[in-house]
């Protein structure tokens, strides 16, 4: 793993990385955890809001795939994380929380699951941060480091729930 690609890439692929990768990890933590509706999970959801459309609108200056003039599919994603982001923002604000928790799961899984796993494939600048180069245990190290405390959290959670009294 080396971070070398990632610091010549443009500037617009820096901020994009920096203000997602966070986005992942506090969008994972407010999807899982019990939370809802408290100070902290408003405070960590306006964040996480932030971040997206600060990834979303970066975004929209990368241009490394072209498929015409300069954009492609995944700026179409990028504008419907943004209006997804202010929709799911109102319907919170109507107190629709069937549908701000219903588009909130379908940003994150569209937005950073699916969309971030592209940036995995071969010759994509994400891949040569993270795979090449890398050994078995850094790969094996750095799921575990990804994954590891949201199966921790969910973990947690499962416990609390069949301790509760019904």
């Not at 107190?95 to 379908?106: S, V």
């Not at 890398?134 to 949201?150: D, E, I, M, N, Y």
Request: charged share 15%.
């Amino acid at each position: 793993m080396t971070l070398e690609p990632l610091l010549a890439a443009p500037l617009a692929v820096q901020i994009h990385v920096a203000t997602v990768l966070p986005a992942a990890v506090i969008g994972a933590f407010l999807l899982l955890w019990r939370g809802k509706g408290t100070p902290t999970h408003r405070f960590l959801g306006k964040t996480w809001v932030v971040l997206m459309i600060a990834s979303s609108l970066s975004s929209l200056f990368i241009h490394e795939l072209n498929v015409w003039r300069g954009f492609s599919p995944i700026h179409i994603l990028s504008l419907v994380t943004i209006l997804g982001c202010l929709y799911a923002v109102r319907a919170a604000m109507r107190g629709d929380i069937r549908a701000h928790r219903r588009t909130m799961t379908q940003i994150y899984v569209g937005g950073i699951l699916i969309a971030g796993g592209f940036t995995l494939a071969p010759y994509r600048i994400m891949n040569r941060v993270v795979i090449e180069g890398s050994t078995a245990w850094q790969l094996v190290l750095l799921t575990s480091l990804v994954f590891g405390p949201w199966l921790v959290l969910h973990w947690a959670q499962r416990r609390t729930r069949r301790a509760r009294p019904a």
